[in-house]
């Protein structure tokens, strides 16, 4: 027969009483796990690489310096058509495993006065590759400032600007962390971002011959 114990949570179940939840008298529901968020993808904006890209091991071995060293900015530099972008674009690939966590890239049209994106506009759309949705982003400048700092802290990522017009333009935009970077490309030398930040320049200009018979020969053939 049932002991005394066993007959009394009988009578208990019976009567359905609140006890039970105390005592133990049911087993507990198991509790479904939270869904996890969403995450945001990582940003991957760069464009292709050049197809035919050729020379610059100097300019290229300045640049492999800045992951590992205390600048915040890099500044490729030179007049128009001397392959800024290609070089930029072309460390940048190579470089991306040193940025996890995502490599932005933005035109900011610093050659075309009527065209040049404007400091707010540019935060928009570097925010918005973080993954910050539109109707986040503050419309008051400082800010804006202020939410893509906070975006980017305790992460890697690479921004690269490409034709940036002027200091004032690109002030703002600098990560304020180490472990993330800033890299320009500009027809000017940006010398007034040096007051304030560490910045490595690479000042660029034509080819040297031999790199440039070689460029030839890969678009045209040796022949």
Not at 16 to 26: K, M, P
Not at 61 to 80: F, I, K, N, T, Y
Not at 117 to 138: E, F, I, K, R, W
Request: include cysteine; proline fraction near 10%.
């Amino acid at each position: 027969e049932p002991g005394p114990r066993l007959q009394d949570l009988h009578t208990a179940v019976l009567r359905r009483e609140h006890a039970l939840d105390l005592d133990g008298g049911a087993p507990p529901r198991p509790v479904a796990p939270a869904p996890a968020a969403p995450r945001s993808p990582v940003p991957a904006q760069l464009p292709p690489r050049a197809g035919h890209f050729t020379g610059r091991g100097r300019e290229m071995a300045v640049l492999d310096r800045l992951p590992d060293g205390e600048a915040q900015v890099g500044v490729v530099c030179g007049p128009a058509g001397m392959g800024k972008t290609a070089l930029a674009v072309q460390w940048a690939h190579a470089a991306a495993a040193h940025f996890p966590d995502g490599l932005l890239f933005l035109d900011l049209r610093g050659h075309d006065p009527n065209a040049a994106l404007s400091t707010g506009d540019a935060l928009a759309q570097l925010l918005s590759g973080l993954g910050v949705p539109a109707a986040q982003v503050p419309p008051n400048l400082t800010a804006q400032v202020g939410l893509y700092r906070s975006t980017l802290n305790g992460r890697r990522v690479l921004v690269v600007l490409d034709n940036a017009a002027s200091t004032d333009q690109i002030a703002p935009l600098i990560p304020p962390w180490t472990t993330s970077l800033l890299l320009v490309t500009s027809r000017n030398r940006l010398t007034g971002l040096a007051v304030d930040h560490a910045v490595t320049t690479v000042d660029i200009e034509v080819l040297p011959v031999d790199d440039a018979l070689v460029l030839l020969g890969r678009i045209l053939g040796a022949d």
